[in-house]
């Protein structure tokens, strides 16, 4: 009888300033799966937005060559025309899953120029995730164009404004749904985004960063002893998720009672007007 172990997660490599770097294998190193996806993905990119693409990036586990899914992330040129096509994302994903027989998860997003570079020196999720882990796989990568940036609150933020609304979202959707596939991902999706949130809510304190989820419970126990077995359960949910809505449901009731005090007190402190993006 053989055992598989998961594979730990890591931390990502920080310069001597302490600026977080890119983590993803080079392009040649891809896994033979990701590097030809990313081929279609270019050329489904080419097909749908002509002379206003610029570039195209594969982020996510798939970037590291590590177990899970992958995302790409489509930039177009600074006056682009053309629209952000999110039913067409979701169309465009599920083909390259199917021509590619890829049973784990893909999403498409389509960036317009001023959500990678936004104005006012306000922070940019996608600016982050392509400069600490991203594959350019076609164009010329607007990442040569990125500073490194260090672990603050504003890279907190995104992961603690939205929470509540994310948690009530997934519980109206375990109340509305009777697709066992839609219970699972809601199930996977509110464990991951508790665990986050706990991370987030001490990430500028710990100074490092990582996207492993094993190891952003294991920083937040650090600073919460006391909630170690409630981040291990969000954890639990994450990796094992339930396909029963009640389950579900209380899961989100309970991790609330502890969650949102510890979100909100982290967002009056820092983020008092609730704005959806900090200045970096």
Not at 52 to 57: A, P, T
Not at 223 to 247: G, K
Request: proline content about 5%; hydrophobic content about 40%; aromatic content about 10%.
């Amino acid at each position: 009888m053989s055992f598989s172990y998961p594979i730990r997660g890591v931390f990502w490599p920080q310069d001597e300033f302490g600026r977080v770097l890119n983590i993803a294998v080079k392009r040649e190193e891809l896994s033979p799966l990701w590097s030809n996806l990313s081929e279609s993905a270019v050329d489904y990119a080419h097909e749908r937005f002509e002379q206003d693409l610029h570039s195209v990036y594969l982020t996510g586990p798939a970037a590291r060559n590590r177990p899970g899914g992958g995302s790409i992330f489509i930039v177009l040129h600074k006056n682009a025309k053309s629209s952000n096509a999110p039913s067409w994302c979701v169309s465009a994903a599920e083909a390259l899953r199917r021509d590619h027989n890829c049973k784990f998860g893909l999403n498409i997003h389509v960036l317009k120029w001023h959500q990678v570079f936004s104005p006012m020196g306000r922070y940019s999720q996608a600016k982050f995730r392509l400069s600490v882990n991203s594959v350019c796989v076609g164009g010329r990568p607007v990442t040569r164009l990125i500073t490194p940036q260090c672990v603050n609150e504003a890279v907190a933020n995104p992961m603690l404004v939205t929470f509540e609304n994310r948690l009530k979202q997934a519980k109206q959707k375990t109340l509305t749904s009777d697709s066992r596939r839609i219970i699972r991902s809601v199930s996977a999706n509110v464990g991951h985004a508790i665990v986050s949130a706990g991370y987030a809510s001490v990430i500028a304190a710990e100074q490092t960063y990582t996207e492993d989820l094993d190891i952003r419970r294991d920083i937040f126990s650090l600073y919460h002893p006391e909630r170690a077995e409630d981040i291990q359960r969000a954890y639990d949910m994450s990796a094992l998720p339930s396909y029963d809505p009640v389950q579900v449901r209380s899961f989100i009731n309970e991790a609330s009672e502890w969650v949102l005090p510890l979100v909100d007190e982290w967002l009056n402190t820092n983020n008092p007007k609730r704005v959806e993006l900090l200045s970096v």
